[in-house]
């Protein structure tokens, strides 16, 4: 088995957590950023984060969303969090034909992980549904629960923490990490 990554990272969920929630979101002029979400991405940057989007897009494999739909969402969304994003991973699978990256599977955590050099136990995952804290877990990485999106119906899912949107989440790790290495260091 392959030795764990240095890297730290925080992985998000898009649909509801870094975007405005819009069902099947196929039209770039209906991308929304969460407000805030720009700034709190450029604040993990400035501390050495990685940052990565896990985002299942199931519209892709029912056929609802085109790949040039979705990429032209994902270009808009990049352009409005002024490029705050490291990279971006995607499943298009459906719930009746998913494959181990869908989540709650942490297949593209794992990927991510691999390809950037990840330590996944110093990692965070953030996100509005049961399937993202699941999806952090099951990859041995704290889960943040937003309540942006869908957040309200899943606060019982078994966050770490419960943040009101992402600045808020972000903030959360940056002075919980902080007070994690103070505490080494003494």
Known sequence: MKAPGTRR??????????????HYCNDPAKVRAVPGAAEALAELAADGWLRVMATNQSGIGSGRITMEQFEAVQAELLRQLDGGIDAVYFCPDTREQ??????PAPGMVEDAAHDHGIDLARSFFIGDRDIDLQCGHRAEMRSILVLTG?????TAAGADHIAENVTEAVHWILAETKAEMQSTHR
Do not use: I, P, S
Not at 150 to 154: N, P, R
């Open 9 to 22: 990272a925080v992985f998000f969920d898009r649909d509801g957590t870094l975007m405005e929630e819009v």
């Open 150 to 154: 869908y957040g309200h119906e899943h």
């Open 98 to 103: 998913a494959t181990h990256r869908r989540k």
